[in-house]
Nanobody, 114 residues
Framework: QVQLVESGGGLVQPGGSLRLSCAASRMIFSINAMGWYRQAPGKERELVADTKVGSTTYADSVKGRFTISRDNAKNTVYLQMNSLKPEDTAVYYC?????????WGQGTQVTVSS
C-alpha cells in the first residue's frame, strides 16, 4: 500500500512563505499527474496545482505566487507558496494520479494569519 507523507504546513503571517513536500512511501509507476489540492472550512476541495509531463496547471488564485515542482527519482512533489494570503488558509492534500489509481496524503494544515 502506497502512502503519501506530507510535511511543511504551519502558521505563517500574511506575505510569508511555506514549502510543502509530499513523498511516496515507495516507487509509484505509471504516474499521470502529481499535484496539490486544498480544502477550506465549509468549501469543496479544489485543485491548487498539478504537474504532468509537459504541462503544469495552477488555480487562478495562486498563479504567480505558488510553484509546483517534482523529483521523479524520489516520487516527491513540492509546493512553494509565496506571498501567502489569509484566503490561502486550508488543509492541503497531496495527490498522485496514475492511470488506475488516485493516491491521497493525509493533509497538512496551512494557516495564514497575523
Amino acid at each position: 500500500q502506497v502512502q503519501l507523507v506530507e510535511s511543511g504546513g504551519g502558521l505563517v503571517q500574511p506575505g510569508g512563505s511555506l514549502r510543502l513536500s509530499c513523498a511516496a512511501s515507495r516507487m509509484i509507476f505509471s504516474i499521470n499527474a502529481m499535484g496539490w489540492y486544498r480544502q477550506a472550512p465549509g468549501k469543496e476541495r479544489e485543485l491548487v496545482a498539478d504537474t504532468k509531463v509537459g504541462s503544469t496547471t495552477y488555480a487562478d488564485s495562486v498563479k504567480g505566487r505558488f510553484t509546483i515542482s517534482r523529483d521523479n527519482a524520489k516520487n516527491t512533489v513540492y509546493l512553494q507558496m509565496n506571498s501567502l494570503k489569509p484566503e490561502d488558509t486550508a488543509v492541503y492534500y497531496c495527490n498522485v494520479h496514475t492511470f488506475t489509481t488516485d493516491y491521497w496524503g493525509q493533509g497538512t494544515q496551512v494557516t495564514v494569519s497575523s
